[in-house]
Nanobody, 125 residues
C-alpha cells in the first residue's frame, strides 16, 4: 500500500553535496512522520533527519548545519540536501515513514513501519 523510492545517491569527494529524494505513493508525506535513516558497514541504523506532521524537523548531531530536510507537497516527495559531506557520511540512506503525527530523529529504527530500498552514498577523502 505504501511505497517509498529513494534516488540521488552516488559518489562524491569530501566537501561535496548530494540531494536525495524520496518519492512516496499511497502515503501523504505532509500528513505523517517521515524522514531519513542511514546505515554504514558494521554499524547500526541511525536517524539522520526527521519531520513530523506539523513540519517540525529534527537532525542528528552528525548532520546539524550540513543537512536539510524539506518536502515538496505537489510531488509528494521528501528531500534531503546534504552539504559539506564527510567520509563518515558514507552509508546506505533509507527513506522511512509511519502513520503517526509525532516523531523525532531520536526514535529508533524499530519504531518506523515503512522503509524504502535505500540509496548508496559514498564520500571519498
Amino acid at each position: 500500500q505504501v511505497h517509498l523510492v529513494e534516488s540521488g545517491g552516488g559518489s562524491v569527494q569530501a566537501g561535496g553535496s548530494l540531494r536525495l529524494s524520496c518519492a512516496a505513493s499511497g502515503y501523504t508525506a505532509s500528513t505523517y512522520c517521515m524522514g531519513w535513516f542511514r546505515q554504514a558497514p558494521g554499524k547500526e541504523r541511525g536517524g539522520v533527519a526527521i519531520k513530523d506532521s506539523s513540519g517540525r524537523k529534527t537532525y542528528a548531531d552528525s548532520g546539524k548545519g550540513r543537512f536539510t530536510i524539506s518536502q515538496d507537497n505537489a510531488k509528494n516527495t521528501l528531500v534531503l540536501q546534504m552539504n559539506s559531506l564527510e567520509p563518515e557520511d558514507t552509508a546506505v540512506y533509507y527513506c522511512v515513514a509511519r502513520r503517526l503525527p509525532s516523531c523525532s530523529v531520536e526514535y529508533p529504527d524499530s519504531w518506523w513501519t515503512y522503509w524504502g530500498q535505500g540509496t548508496q552514498v559514498t564520500v571519498s577523502s
